[in-house]
């Protein structure tokens, strides 16, 4: 079959062919429409270690605090796995006075922590509510330097300081999403009239 055939058999089921069309691309439409818009927020924590000396009150050399750094950089692993932990992700939503999820698996996996040197810890988490993310992430904050006052018997060694979170919005394409679904609805009804024509050419 040459091309100006499978144009004649479009235009002889071109209602058919339109009809699947516009389901298609109906079907995107209102498919996107019906999707909530998610938030992302993300803030980084740097785990300080403080120094109990200074070099103008020593007569030796304290390399530029070097000790002190790779403390930080050891406890921010700590700190790491805090974020994985149910128990302490629990406490976080507690501070904020929000619902936790209901299994230890969610909460686990509620916050998105990730360690970068020396001690440096990017932090993200998803949601539907801007005003929650933010919460949690301020509350994180609070927990984590409670955390770390109790490890070291209520003395401040460590301190953690939090970076101001950067919230994104995020939303489906409704136009694009919208083109995809006409698109595919073509490719559909082309293969569907293709059928009916080759159908009623067999009953024939």
């Known amino acids: 079959m040459e091309l100006r055939d499978y144009v004649r058999i479009i235009q002889k089921h071109l209602i058919v062919f339109l009809i ?5 691309g109906g ?9 909530p818009t998610s938030y992302t927020a993300q803030t980084t924590f740097t785990v300080n270690k403080s120094s109990a000396l200074k070099q103008s009150q020593v007569s030796y050399y304290l390399y530029d ?11 921010s692993q700590v700190v790491t796995t805090w974020f994985s ?11 904020a006075g929000l619902t936790a999820p209901n299994s230890q698996n969610a909460l686990a996996k509620a916050f998105k922590a990730v360690r970068d040197e020396p001690a440096t810890i990017n932090v993200t988490i998803s949601g539907g509510n801007q005003d929650e993310l933010l ?6 904050s609070d927990i984590l ?15 953690i300081a939090k970076f101001q979170p950067i919230v994104s919005k995020h939303s489906s394409n ?12 073509a490719i559909l009804g082309i293969v569907l009239v293709l059928g009916i024509a080759y159908f009623r050419k067999e009953d024939k």
């Open 20 to 24: 699947v069309v516009i389901l298609g």
């Open 27 to 35: 079907f995107a439409f209102f498919f996107t429409k019906r999707q």
């Open 65 to 75: 605090n070097y000790y002190n750094v790779q403390s930080a950089g050891l406890f």
């Open 85 to 95: 932990s149910p128990a302490v992700v629990n406490e976080i939503y507690q501070k």
């Open 135 to 140: 919460k949690l992430i301020n509350s994180a």
């Open 145 to 159: 330097q409670q955390k770390t006052n109790e490890l070291n018997n209520g003395d401040t060694v460590y301190e």
């Open 174 to 185: 409704l136009i694009m999403n919208t083109a995809i679904g006409l698109v595919a609805g």
